[in-house]
């Protein structure tokens, strides 16, 4: 049994390192950030994670995951961004004290031109049912970064 849970344990923990990595990746090719806030919720398997990055500037020149926000992506954005919401009303009607509840503060009235995305839908997870999207507003110079997975 105790090799059993070792064994579980050293693939959970493999399976968190590769789902990070990828999220790292997208945020360090903004560079070196100047300070951030990330809440997480729910378990290994269903969670939700509400991020934002501050930077001192902006620099997309030959950055390989963003482009810039147009009419296309706009819709895509604002699509993932209101699932996300709903998941975390939800989670706040089962748990008031949920911290992506609580920290939530996104707007999306800050989606302008001049602005940033990067969107990966996992296509293991048809339907919205497990995503990353890091929006930039170029107008603060922050990051949010909104992941689902249920």
């Given at each position: 049994?105790?090799?059993?849970?070792?064994?579980?344990?050293?693939?959970?923990?493999?399976?968190?390192?590769?789902c990070?990595?990828?999220?790292?990746?997208?945020?360090?090719?903004?560079?070196?950030?100047?300070?951030?806030?990330?809440?997480?919720?729910?378990?290994?398997?269903?969670?939700?994670?509400?991020?934002?990055y501050?930077?001192?500037?902006?620099?997309?020149?030959?950055?390989?995951?963003?482009?810039?926000?147009?009419?296309?992506?706009?819709?895509?954005?604002?699509r993932?961004?209101?699932?996300?919401?709903?998941?975390?009303?939800?989670?706040?009607?089962?748990?008031p004290?949920?911290?992506?509840?609580?920290?939530?503060?996104?707007?999306?009235?800050?989606?302008?031109?001049?602005?940033?995305v990067?969107?990966?839908?996992?296509?293991?997870?048809?339907?919205?049912?497990?995503?990353?999207?890091?929006f930039?507003?170029?107008?603060?110079?922050?990051?949010?970064?909104?992941?689902?997975?249920?």
């Amino acid at each position: 049994m105790k090799k059993f849970l070792c064994v579980a344990f050293a693939v959970l923990l493999l399976a968190l390192c590769s789902c990070s990595n990828e999220s790292d990746e997208v945020v360090a090719s903004l560079g070196k950030y100047k300070s951030k806030e990330v809440y997480s919720s729910g378990t290994v398997q269903d969670f939700t994670d509400y991020a934002k990055y501050s930077y001192d500037k902006d620099d997309f020149s030959g950055n390989k995951f963003f482009a810039p926000v147009t009419d296309d992506n706009k819709a895509e954005l604002v699509r993932h961004i209101e699932d996300f919401e709903a998941w975390v009303d939800s989670a706040e009607q089962n748990d008031p004290k949920d911290k992506v509840a609580v920290n939530y503060d996104f707007d999306m009235s800050v989606i302008t031109d001049g602005d940033y995305v990067y969107i990966y839908d996992d296509p293991d997870y048809p339907d919205l049912g497990s995503y990353r999207v890091y929006f930039f507003d170029s107008e603060t110079n922050t990051l949010c970064y909104f992941r689902n997975n249920v």
